[in-house]
């Protein structure tokens, strides 16, 4: 008997475990977990503070939150609300890694003034000392002519300082030093052009954002400026997107992406090497209108196999992206220790693409100060940033008053 309520017993604990484990399979729908999310199937894909949506469409995160903060919270998504009695499913993420805040813009030139000084020493020390005699006879005025031109002034720029500098000696007599020095330092400064537009267009225009493509030959700095000129940018609490669109240097997207990663800047790229630059460009103007972001910039290709090849394909990324918007602001990017081989690159880029400003790079190194008048007559177009170091936060916009004060240090 004993043994036959054991065996009852048995019975009735199985049927009830079985019946409790049919009613919690039945009431989860049968799911294990929320299935996964589909990558968008096209060619480019947007990386970084981004999600995707199901269906093919990259959508960016824009909120200003969550790339201004030094430590963002980690961007897990935030579950369903809990349907009564079922478990939420809290899918796993990575924990976002901590971003970058950087310096604000302001006042970086200022910061790096003793790369800009040490790097023009010889233009100033020049200058000074060709000056510091007791007469300004013939002499004095072919030295200053001939420091002028060896920091890469140019032969116009050159005359009008030193012809300046004489009709003010024949008109005011002759100067002491600190005369002198103070009528050299307007001279240089009207030369560097106080008063041209340097500002960027970082704004949104109306109700699209801003489009900036960056151009120069590799090697000049053009990914790492681009990178740059994000967290410039950033500082300002712009939203921004990247589009890597140097689809001929295998390693130029991955790069961009990590300059963009660290302040939590979204990536437009294409995993193919060699895709067409054009279209990772189209698709970056287009995420950047569908995220509402305030800039998209561009990186674009510095090499091809000829340089007309390249031309024409800069001249072909630019009329693509103009079928999706106008672009804003085309930067040049020149490394400023290339002097006249710099300048024969810049005349040939302007004629393929319309440039609105250019970005000096290396400004701390051999460089010798005197292209940025150089490049600004050449091309008609203002030097609107600066690079002085390869630090994350070593571009500044370039303040025309700054660099003579530099220069004349
Ligand atoms: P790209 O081929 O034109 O895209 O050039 P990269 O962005 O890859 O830069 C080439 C090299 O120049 C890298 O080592 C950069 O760190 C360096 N570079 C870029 N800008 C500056 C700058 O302003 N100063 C110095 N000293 N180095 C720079």
């Not at 969550?66 to 939420?88: G, I, L, N, S, W």
């Not at 970058?100 to 790096?112: I, K, N, V, W």
């Not at 305030?294 to 009329?319: C, F, I, P, Y």
């Not at 460089?367 to 609107?384: D, N, S, Y």
Request: with cysteine.
């Amino acid at each position: 008997m004993d043994a036959l309520w054991e065996i009852l017993v048995i019975i009735t604990v199985v049927v009830l475990a079985g019946l409790g484990l049919l009613v919690g399979y039945l009431r989860t729908g049968g799911r294990k977990s929320a299935p996964p999310v589909a990558p968008p199937a096209r060619e480019t894909k947007t990386r970084g503070a981004n999600t995707y949506k199901p269906g093919g469409t990259a959508t960016i995160d824009t909120s200003k939150g969550a790339t201004q903060a030094p430590a963002p919270p980690a961007q897990a998504p935030v579950p369903e609300p809990a349907v009564e009695d079922e478990p939420a499913v809290v899918e796993e993420t990575a924990p976002a890694p901590s971003l970058e805040r950087p310096e604000s813009a302001r006042g970086r030139m200022t910061r790096l003034r003793s790369r800009l000084a040490s790097s023009n020493n010889a233009l100033g020390k020049g200058l000074l000392t060709a000056l510091s005699g007791d007469k300004l006879d013939e002499g004095v005025w072919e030295d200053v002519e001939d420091t002028l031109l060896g920091a890469d002034l140019g032969v116009e720029a050159t005359t009008e300082i030193v012809d300046g500098l004489k009709r003010r000696v024949q008109v005011e007599g002759t100067p002491d030093t600190e005369q002198l020095e103070s009528w050299l330092h307007e001279e240089l400064l009207a030369q560097v052009g106080p008063d041209m537009d340097r500002r960027i267009a970082g704004s949104r225009v109306g109700d699209r954002p801003a489009v900036i493509m960056v151009v120069g030959v590799n090697g000049t700095g053009k990914t790492t400026t681009v990178g740059k000129l994000a967290r410039v940018l950033v500082a300002e609490d712009k939203d921004v997107l990247l589009g890597a669109a140097d689809t001929f240097r295998a390693a130029a997207a991955d790069q961009l992406e990590t300059w963009g990663a660290r302040v939590g800047v979204p990536t437009v790229r294409s995993d193919k090497e060699g895709a067409d630059p054009a279209a990772v460009a189209f698709d970056a103007v287009k995420a950047g209108q569908e995220g509402e972001v305030d800039v998209v910039l561009v990186d674009t290709a510095g090499r091809l196999h000829n340089k007309v090849g390249l031309m024409d394909e800069l001249a072909k990324v630019k009329r693509v992206i103009e079928k999706q918007s106008p672009i804003d602001e085309c930067l040049l990017v020149l490394d400023a220790t290339t002097g006249q081989n710099g300048m024969r690159q810049a005349e040939i880029f302007a004629d393929a693409v319309n440039i609105t400003g250019v970005v000096l790079t290396k400004l701390d190194g051999t460089a010798k100060g005197g292209i940025v008048v150089l490049v600004q007559r050449e091309l008609g177009v203002p030097v609107k940033l600066v690079g002085l170091g390869e630090g994350a936060d070593d571009l500044a916009p370039f303040d025309p008053k700054a660099f003579v004060d530099a220069v004349l240090d």
